[in-house]
């Protein structure tokens, strides 16, 4: 059974940065694209960035500069580097998992950003 567990949500003033981590386990990582995306406030899950099997990236243009995805095959994990935080970025961020026809989750983290 795959699960993906995401670390590193928090609180943070704008113009700041975090980190996301997400750990997969239960099956081989390293063929299928990982993502992120989130969810605001009475908004409708959004995507942010994925990348592909072979390390490469592709970002939503609200988070294009900003926003840094990054994979370690060896280590089932998956990174969002988030700098120059706006409040528009407050949400629960998701970790995906894309298998063909199988797609997974995980239980999120909240990113908040407020002074």
């Known amino acids: 059974q795959v699960q993906l567990v995401e670390s590193g949500g928090g609180l943070v003033h704008p113009g700041g940065s975090l980190r996301l981590s997400c750990a997969a386990s239960?099956?081989?990582?390293?063929?299928?694209?990982m993502g992120w995306f989130r969810q605001a406030p009475g908004k409708e899950r959004a995507f942010v960035a994925h990348?592909?099997?072979?390390?490469?990236?592709f970002y939503a243009d609200s988070v294009k500069g900003r926003f840094t995805i990054s994979r370690d095959n060896a280590n089932n994990t998956v990174s969002l580097q988030m700098n120059s935080l706006k409040p528009e970025d407050t949400a629960i961020y998701y970790c995906n998992l894309n298998a063909g026809p199988y797609e997974y989750w995980g239980q999120g983290t909240q990113v908040t950003v407020s002074s």
């Open positions: 990348i592909w099997s072979n390390g490469s990236p």
């Open positions: 239960g099956r081989t990582f390293s063929s299928y694209r």
